[in-house]
């Protein structure tokens, strides 16, 4: 299996604009998480998903992050407008279900918003 | 007060210390414990997994669960620089205690390791 996939790698913006996330779970896992990661907040939950259904929303830090599971397959992490505090490494996680657990992560996606 | 709380570091060793890195907790509902190491660059990647309180070992890494005093630690002999990375714990609930959410990991800030040759 590849793994978790995480597109763009990289993602360089202006103040303003929108900004849209990408994640491929693993296949056969029914758990997908996102986490923003930086050098002050460390590693923070932002949102996951259970069966495409979203279980708990509390880490999203305001209206302007939006996230979607259309199907099992592909999940979407969306910002707008970006505003340069968003910058950081974002996550996309995903695990099957009774695995304890266990979380596999993607490479990430470094988002810098100028 | 954070769920769990770890010292970031950084931490600087010599090859062939032994390290030890830890972090404590504040829901007695925390079963499963597990430590992710994440080299720069990457996504975090299970090192360790721990069900409950006691010992594991695997290689030179041995993971401590102390239940009673809400505290884990990993060990790592003969430390080489290719164990330079950051280490986070995580840990999750197996029953709902004040808002827990089941399903999730809570993270640790992660240790910042370096082991220089």
């Known amino acids: 299996d590849a793994g978790v996939i995480q597109s763009p790698r990289h993602e360089v913006t202006e103040m303003g604009q929108e900004v849209t996330l990408r994640c491929k779970p693993i296949s056969g896992h029914d758990y997908l998480f996102w986490y923003r990661q930086t050098m002050m907040r460390g590693l923070e939950l932002l949102i996951y998903?259970?069966?495409?259904?979203?279980?708990?929303d509390s880490g999203m830090p305001e209206d302007r992050f939006s996230a979607k599971m259309p199907n099992a397959s592909f999940s979407t992490l969306k910002i707008q407008p970006s505003e340069p505090r968003d910058s950081a490494v974002y996550f996309c996680a995903s695990r099957p279900q009774g695995s304890k657990d266990i979380q596999y992560f993607g490479a990430g996606t470094r988002l810098s918003v100028l | 007060q954070k769920e769990v709380e770890q010292d970031p570091g950084p931490l600087s060793v010599p090859e062939g210390a032994i390290v030890s890195l830890n972090c404590t907790y504040s829901?007695?509902?925390?079963?499963?414990f597990m430590w992710y190491r994440q080299y720069s660059r990457k996504g975090p990647e299970l090192l360790m997994y721990?069900?409950?309180?006691g010992n594991k070992e695997d290689g030179r890494f041995t993971a401590q669960v102390d239940k009673s005093s809400k505290y884990i630690s990993l060990f790592i002999r003969d430390s080489q620089p290719s164990d330079s990375a950051t280490y986070l714990c995580a840990m999750s609930a197996t029953v709902r205690y004040r808002g827990s959410t089941l399903g999730r990991l809570y993270f640790g800030r992660g240790t910042q390791l370096t082991v220089w040759p």
């Open positions: 829901n007695s509902a925390f079963q499963y």
């Open positions: 998903f259970n069966n495409n259904v979203p279980i708990d």
């Open positions: 721990t069900y409950s309180s």
